[in-house]
């Protein structure tokens, strides 16, 4: 519930998010970030951590921004260099326990039963996994309720949206961004009040302009983990 009411205080030093690339992790934090009024910082290079300078100057200048979400991304990637991530995540707890409002994200590409577990045992974490369904149906319902777009779609479409019946592989990502593209536009072209509509045909071909990002077999045995 402190996630989705804007809550940047915990007693926990992150919240790890996971699921397969594309499904909306980076999306989530950010949007997360926009909820809160926070700065955003992504960190994504393990190398960067250990660089001594570049830490101090971080610490240095954050509480200048304030409060801030500290991304970091692929937390696998950091495996080889989990003293110098461990180090850098007791320096944000002790900063926020003097008052500083920071709150760190942490995201996995891999299923929780694969994260590496040098990792899971360095951090206090809670976790939250990403929804990845076979159906993209509700996904697109509900991107369109909060763009307020008019859905157009019959029963049988909504069927066709199933990874199982077509074989769809776009994430959760892409079919976000076609939704988004198609609503920019046609609010670029249209007069203040006039209601915007998405049908079936133009979802599917604003999505054919992008290459699916995962084959049906590899996200079928990652929701069977």
């Known amino acids: 519930s402190n996630f989705w009411t804007g809550s ?4 926990r030093k992150a919240l790890l998010i996971y699921g397969p690339r594309g499904c909306g992790k980076s999306l989530l934090a950010q949007f997360f970030a926009t909820n809160c009024k926070a700065y955003f910082l992504q960190l994504d290079n393990p190398d960067l951590l250990e660089i001594q300078d570049f830490v101090i100057t ?5 509480p200048a921004f304030q409060p801030l979400v500290i991304y970091i991304k692929k937390i696998e990637n950091f495996a080889q260099k989990m003293p110098f991530l461990t180090f850098f995540l007791d320096r944000v707890q002790e900063a926020k326990y003097s008052g500083t409002k920071y709150f760190v994200i942490l995201s996995s590409d891999y299923h929780r039963r694969f994260i590496p577990q040098n990792i899971l045992a360095s951090i206090s974490y809670r976790m939250l996994q990403m929804p990845f369904t076979k159906n993209k149906g509700d996904f697109v319902k509900f991107v369109c309720k909060k763009l307020k777009v008019n859905l157009v779609l019959s029963n049988e479409e909504y069927n066709t949206l199933n990874l199982n019946s ?3 592989a776009w994430s959760n990502v ?3 961004q076609a939704i988004y593209n198609i609503w920019s536009q046609k609010l670029r072209n249209s007069n203040p009040g006039d209601d915007i509509s998405l049908s079936y045909n133009e979802l599917l071909g604003e999505l054919n302009g ?3 990002e995962w084959p049906p077999e590899i996200i079928r045995t990652f929701l069977e983990k």
């Open 8 to 11: 940047l205080g915990t007693n």
């Open 58 to 62: 971080l610490f240095k200048f954050m």
């Open 166 to 168: 077509q074989g769809l």
């Open 174 to 176: 892409q079919f976000y």
């Open 210 to 212: 992008m290459p699916p």
